[in-house]
């Protein structure tokens, strides 16, 4: 037996599908962030400037600054790759990160951030940073996530502030 | 020992084979009886794969320092209880476990004589455990060993790499991360483990039921015990992760939309969808098709589960790091993916249940709204997650979704279902009307009216907090008078509740829901934080508590970590009400601390303490004081889902007789 196709169905259908594509687009458009390294940042400076981004990048422990009254925090991050690849064929995340921090020559940058400092924190560790540049080249951080990776322990678990 | 571990576990893994083998030729013959041998045989495979396991515990219990897992996971100053859950804190170990919780249930099912009792069902089963059991086998074996070569660097290895090495144990791992030391790594990935693998048991049987019948008759009635615990270890394995979660400083609180999270979510949105459509398919027969489809779903989007967390192909909290097993697990959810829509659309035709859309406000279509709302987040929770990867394929930078994109995405969705949810229990079962609900929403709608009033003088003005305010009142109020109107005028109310398990089961699951979002409102919406620098006798005020620092504290409670704690009192009015000591332990050895919060629970909220920095030689802390209200409802919901789906899983659907009565009185 073949049923009349029902009317009511498919308008309510075609308009939950609009509502949820319409959703889903503007809620997109509005949160995207692109995912760079220093290198890119800083080379296109002045086009990214109030962009929301992320970036990672490896720590410089010496640099990192904590004021717990106010939850200031700030520290450097020098240049790595942001492809998996890459890092894979320079030895490993380790390395990478370690070469970075110990290259004076790398390319950095200062962030930012406000909030508790995370445990995870510290030299040689790699930051995941989401926020945006502001006016003077400092990156402003809205979200840090961090991974440390050591020689016999692949399977560290990273950790968020925000 | 190496060689009992090692040696059960490749027995085993050549008893699947040759399980693999009888089946298929079994099924050539079209016999599909699962024969005694097979049986008799599956049994014995899975005590060697227990016996496997239980030796890795034993290697990892004794520092067995040649195997190269032990190294990366233990130390000696772990203790016992975190010597054996380093089982499950690194790749290797926990996707050996995952192998013997999926075999668990293979034999669990098989043993019970209830479901998977074809050929076919077994197959499909037992492919799944041979996959997982073979990655553990060649990409990521726990056994490997650690040896010496004769020019004297190390080798990780199962046997002898080279002539001349020698197994080396004079390794000594750092241990398990301190992140992972806590007691929710007792009992979290477990139950999330067997939550995930008592899928598969549905799954096989559903594709085995479209191989030889596929009408979608009966299937349900036998699933629903199956999918009901299923479901239960499910929420219970996220619900213990968001408490870890919220309990340890750091992981981004009880839920960051982290990419692994959102990933475990998704097939919850997707069984908690099958749970409304199959008990309509229990009642009135109808909705087979998307029954099936659920229920092979369900099970797919854990693989993908596993493949968002193990591959590391998206930064996360969870992330176990670049793998191996990317390419085989993507390959083979393909292959399931393409398998099962292809034995669906073949039984496509024969699966009709003849629904027809009759009224906007009846309970089927409300069942059905449900339904689509949850699969939608569903998928506004994959294009979140995808939306990386997809990005980098079009335009070759990755652009990723923040918080934000599931904040603006997600909540109006979730608001919208629980809405539905609160609203649903008074609808009719066929045919409503309007001005009939009407009637029955008068004493509701009033508590939930003075609810929110009450909520907008004493608590809060932020409109979405009063909505959702709104909304709970309204639920909570709705079950109520739903249960009053079954009950008041039965005889025996009390055996007529007992006897209407599984409809109680699911009310006490929808308190639940109303109970979590209690919780969130409270967290989001009603917290309150300070923070300062103290030195002893300092008082800082927060709300009508008052924090004062006494002294810092610090000792080796072992040799691995100072423990660093700030010593507080926590007043309230004029009265000490606890001694709060949040701090640091610091491993000096791995230049790592991980920061103890200190708090105080009530029903009313935690008051949440963190100590952000302290010197030992000047004797000041900083600390962060929060007011998390109603925090604890979360858990508290967390637990009726459970309890609630667990009583109605204790009891069939009752399918006409009292029941009926009741739901169709005023229709």
Known sequence: ?162 | MFILGFGSFALAAIIMLVCLGLTIGQLARKQHEISKTVRLLTNLGFSLHSLSILTLLYLQITQDYSISYVVNVINPALPTYLRVTALWGGQAGSLFFWSWIINFCLVIALNRRHILQDNWGYLFTLINLIFFSGISMFLENPFKRVWELTDGNLAESLFSPAAGAQVYSGLIGQGLNPLLRHWGMIIHPPVLYIGFGAFLLPFGETLSHLMVKGDGEELIARLRPWLLVAWIFLTAGIALGSWWSYDVLGWGGYWAWDPVETSSLIPWLVSTGLLHSMFLQQKKDIFKRINVILILSSYLLIIFSILITRAGLISSVHAFGESAITIPLIVFLLASVVFSAAVVARRWKKMDSGWEFKSWFSRDSLFLYTLIILVAIALVCTWGLLYPLISRVFTGTEVTLDRGFYDRAATPLLILLVLLMAVCPLVGWSVSNLKKLGKRYLIPLLVAVLATAAAYIWLSKSWVALLAIFIIALGLAVLVAVTWRDLHKVEKPLSTFWKMRSRYGAFLVHTGILLIMLGIVGVEGLSDSIQGTLIPGDKMPLGEYGVEFVELTSNYDTPEYLSVRAQIDLWKGDEIVARLTPGQDVYEARSQYVSIPGKRSTLAGDFYTIMLDYDLMMGYVSIQATINPLVNFMWIGAFFLCLGAAFSLSSPIVREQALGDLEEDEN
């Open chain 1, 1 to 162: 037996m073949k049923k009349k196709p029902n009317i009511k169905l498919i308008i309510g259908g075609i308009v939950i599908v609009i509502a949820l594509v319409y959703l889903v687009i503007s809620a997109t458009r509005s949160n995207t962030q692109y995912f760079m390294t220093v290198n890119e940042l800083l080379t296109q400076q002045s086009e990214l400037q109030g962009q929301k981004l992320r970036m990672s990048g490896a720590v410089v422990g010496e640099s990192i600054q904590y004021d717990p009254a106010s939850l200031d925090l700030s520290f450097v991050v020098a240049q790595i790759p942001g492809d998996h690849k890459v890092i894979a064929e320079m030895g490993g995340l380790a390395k990478v990160l370690a070469d970075a921090v110990a290259d004076p020559n790398a390319p950095r940058i200062t962030i930012h951030y406000t909030g508790v400092k995370p445990d995870l924190l510290k030299d040689e560790a790699q930051a995941i940073v989401t926020g945006s540049l502001d006016a003077e080249g400092v990156f402003q951080a809205t979200e840090l996530l961090m991974k440390c990776p050591s020689k016999y322990e692949s399977e560290l678990p990273d950790q968020v502030g925000d």
